[in-house]
Structure formats: structure tokens, C-alpha cells
């Protein structure tokens, strides 16, 4: 049984549950917890990435983070009595990650954990911690990167439980990526204008709850603004707390438009784990507006600079820096061949 609710496990799920269907001895079930909820951020992704639509749907949105996976460990645990699956499979970080893999373990189900091994070192991030525990209670470790590997090593994680199949979010952009359907008029006109533009995405609690920091991060960008538009598709969790006529704002992206709108974008500033990669995977530089990443490897070859978002100045330096030094950038195959999910669906099955 696959657990998820969050945005980019549906696209992780997505290469899986595909690969799945094609191994033998598997029958896949789908829970979604229901932590996104709008339409832009769920419904979408199960449309245009083939996802069927999940067998089972908690409804459980919003909330502290102790209502929200205190509610969802609740709901999780009744499917699972019910349904005794062999295994359970969750991906990454989030709070339906921690419950889904907490429920499965209680009750003696193995869990297998895709996009272990993640490690930025700030406990300070809800996705640190989540992390660091559903990996020392997983069965099955799939790392995406030697970092990654190594990171488990260090905490004394058996050696025998992990297997490096690289990152799923490479399978789907290589996968998805050159696919130009399902793009809407506000993206379709923004290409057409040929001209070039930065793209902006902030989600994450230490950047949009802490009001000073969004402000800083809001003014770079408008100070961005004033040489090149800057789009930024905005995430629910700041909807409210956003007021610019600098910037472009537009609606949160389907997959495949995002991966458009990347592809065209001459620099991405970002907050996101996913979108460090997929501005590399398209070969776009990158800012990250945070203090450390997971993504080291970004980091040590040039395509990405992290600036912890405390001096809007600092982003705007660091943003001219990285438009102009791309002669410095290495190219490596940090993330695997593209078949990561054809490896964990052939674990799963064996
Ligand atoms: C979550 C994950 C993060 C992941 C991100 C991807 C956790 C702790 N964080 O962060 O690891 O990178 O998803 O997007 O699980 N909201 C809506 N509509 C929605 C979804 C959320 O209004 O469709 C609201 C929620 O009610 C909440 C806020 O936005 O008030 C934040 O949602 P939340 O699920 O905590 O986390 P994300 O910021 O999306």
C-alpha cells in the first residue's frame, strides 16, 4: 500500500506505481491522506501523471502539524487493520510520510521509505525530523544519491537494508519533461513573449512564517524584477500573505507546465528540494533561499548557491553571480540513470 498526500509524492508515485504494473507478484494500493487538497495541488497531478485514483482518501487537510498527523496516523491505521498489505511504501519528507510510516510500523508492516537518506542537519525543519525517523524505521532504504547512502551508513542503518536506485524525480523528468500538453493561457503567454524571466517558488514554514525573512525575499525579487519578469506560481500556505504588483503571480503549475516553465526560465530561486534538481535536470542555474540543502552535490559542481533569505541585497548579488558564471558549472550523474523507479518495483516484487 502507498501512502502519500502531498504534491511531489504524486509525481514520485506516479514512475513507481507505472513501474509496478509491469513487474509480477505486486498489487498496489493507493492511500491519500488528503494533506493537499486544492484541486492545484493534488487533483492535477493524478490527471496528467496516469495516476489511478487512490482507493482510499482520508480528507485530512490543514491543521497544526500535531492535529494534522495525529489524524491521519488515526485514519491510516484503520486501512491498514483492514487491508493488511505486505508492505508499505512512502516517499520523502512529509507529514503523511511520518504518519503513514509510524501506522505501518506499529502494527508490524514493513515499511520501504523512497528518497531515504536525505539530510540537510536543521532540526529546525518539520521535513528533517520526519525524515530522520521514518528512515530508522524502515525496512527497505531507496537512496537516491551516494550522499544519501552514506548519511545512513553514519546513523548506523544496516547496509543490507539500503539500495542506491537513484533519484524517481530524474525518471519523471526525463519521462515527462519534453511533454508540452496541459499547459494553461497564463503560461502559454508568458513563453510566447520570448523574453528571458527568473522563476520564483517559497513554501516552506521557515521562509513564509517568519514574516521578515518573506519580506526579504519579496524584495529581492522585486528588485529582480526591475532587469527581468519574475513568475512565481504560489503555493496555498502563503496565498494570503503575498501582495506585490512587481511580481507575476500566477497559480500553482501542474507538473509538466512547471517543467516548461523551468525549461525557459533563465535562473530559479527557490525554497523547494524538488525544484533545486529540476532546474539542474533542465540546465538552469538556481538560488536557494535557505541556509543548507540536501542537495550538496548542486551546490559543490556550481549549479546552485544557497543564500539563507536574511538580507534581500545578498539575493540579488547572489542571483547576478550565477547568471554570469556559467563557464564554472560541472556536469555529473549524480542521480542515477533514469530507471530508478524500474528498481524499487523490482525490489518490491522480489
Ligand atoms: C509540505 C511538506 C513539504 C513538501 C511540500 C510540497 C510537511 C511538513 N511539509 O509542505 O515537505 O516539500 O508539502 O508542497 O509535510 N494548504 C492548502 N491547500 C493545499 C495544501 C495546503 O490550503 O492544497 C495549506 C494547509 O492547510 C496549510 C498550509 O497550506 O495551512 C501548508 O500546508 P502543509 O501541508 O503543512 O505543507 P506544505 O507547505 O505544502
Same mark, same amino acid.
Given at each position: ?10 509525481? &514520485? $508515485? ?8 509491469? @513487474? ?11 494533506q493537499?487538497y ?10 496528467? !501523471? ?24 488515526e485514519?491510516?491505521?484503520? *486501512?491498514?487493520?483492514?487491508? &493488511?498489505?505486505? =508492505? @508499505? ?13 509510524l ?27 520526519n525524515?530522520?525517523i *521514518? ?17 545512513l @551508513? ?7 537494508s539500503?539500495? /542506491? ?13 519534453? /511533454?508540452?500538453? #496541459? ?15 527568473? !522563476?520564483?517558488t517559497?513554501?516552506? /514554514? ?7 525573512? !518573506? ?9 529582480i $524584477?526591475?532587469?527581468?519578469?519574475? +513568475? =512565481? ?10 501582495c506585490?504588483l512587481?511580481?507575476? !503571480? ?26 533545486q ?6 540546465? *538552469?542555474?538556481? +538560488? ?6 540536501? =542537495? +550538496?552535490e548542486l ?19 547572489? +542571483? ?11 556536469? #555529473?550523474? =549524480?542521480?542515477?540513470?533514469?530507471? $530508478?523507479?524500474? &528498481?524499487?518495483a ?5
Amino acid at each position: 500500500m502507498t501512502i502519500l498526500g502531498a504534491r511531489p509524492q504524486f509525481i &514520485k $508515485a506516479s514512475m513507481v506505481s507505472r513501474a509496478l504494473k509491469t @513487474v509480477g507478484h505486486t498489487q498496489e494500493k493507493v492511500l491519500h491522506t488528503g494533506q493537499h487538497y486544492d484541486p492545484s495541488m493534488s487533483d492535477i497531478f493524478f490527471e496528467e !501523471l496516469g495516476l489511478e485514483a487512490p482507493q482510499y482518501n482520508l480528507g485530512i487537510g490543514g491543521g497544526t502539524h500535531g492535529q494534522n498527523t495525529g489524524r491521519m496516523i488515526e485514519g491510516i491505521e484503520s *486501512v491498514l487493520i483492514n487491508e &493488511k498489505p505486505d =508492505w @508499505v511504501l512512502v516517499y520523502g519528507d512529509t507529514n503523511s510520510t511520518l504518519a503513514g510510516s509510524l501506522a505501518a510500523s506499529k502494527l508490524s508492516i514493513p515499511v520501504a521509505h523512497v528518497e531515504s537518506g536525505l539530510r540537510s542537519f536543521n532540526r529546525k525543519m518539520p521535513e528533517e525530523i520526519n525524515r530522520v525517523i *521514518v528512515d530508522h524505521i524502515s525496512s527497505v532504504h531507496f537512496t537516491p544519491t551516494d550522499l544519501a547512502t552514506k548519511n545512513l @551508513v553514519r546513523e548506523g542503518i544496516d547496509h543490507s537494508s539500503i539500495r /542506491q536506485t537513484g533519484d524517481v524525480m530524474y525518471d519523471a523528468a526525463l519521462f515527462f519533461g519534453g /511533454q508540452s500538453d #496541459g499547459e494553461t493561457s497564463q503560461v502559454r503567454d508568458l513563453i510566447s513573449e520570448k523574453k528571458p524571466f527568473a !522563476l520564483a517558488t517559497i513554501h516552506r /514554514q521557515e521562509n513564509t512564517e517568519d514574516i521578515k525573512k !518573506l519580506e526579504n525575499i519579496i524584495k529581492s525579487l522585486e528588485e529582480i $524584477a526591475e532587469g527581468m519578469p519574475v +513568475v =512565481w506560481p504560489v503555493h496555498p500556505r502563503i496565498r494570503g500573505k503575498v501582495c506585490t504588483l512587481k511580481l507575476r !503571480l500566477i497559480d500553482p503549475c501542474g507538473y509538466i507546465e512547471m517543467q516548461k516553465l523551468i525549461r525557459h526560465s533563465k535562473i530559479v530561486l527557490t525554497d523547494s528540494g524538488g525544484l533545486q534538481k529540476e532546474a539542474f535536470f533542465h540546465r *538552469v542555474p538556481c +538560488v536557494t533561499l535557505r541556509g543548507e540543502t540536501e =542537495w +550538496v552535490e548542486l551546490v559543490d559542481s556550481g549549479w546552485n548557491e544557497l543564500v539563507a533569505p536574511c538580507n534581500s541585497g545578498k539575493i540579488v548579488d547572489c +542571483v547576478g553571480r550565477m547568471m554570469n558564471s556559467e563557464h564554472k558549472r560541472e556536469v #555529473g550523474h =549524480w542521480y542515477g540513470k533514469g530507471d $530508478a523507479a524500474d &528498481k524499487i518495483a523490482s525490489v518490491l516484487s522480489r
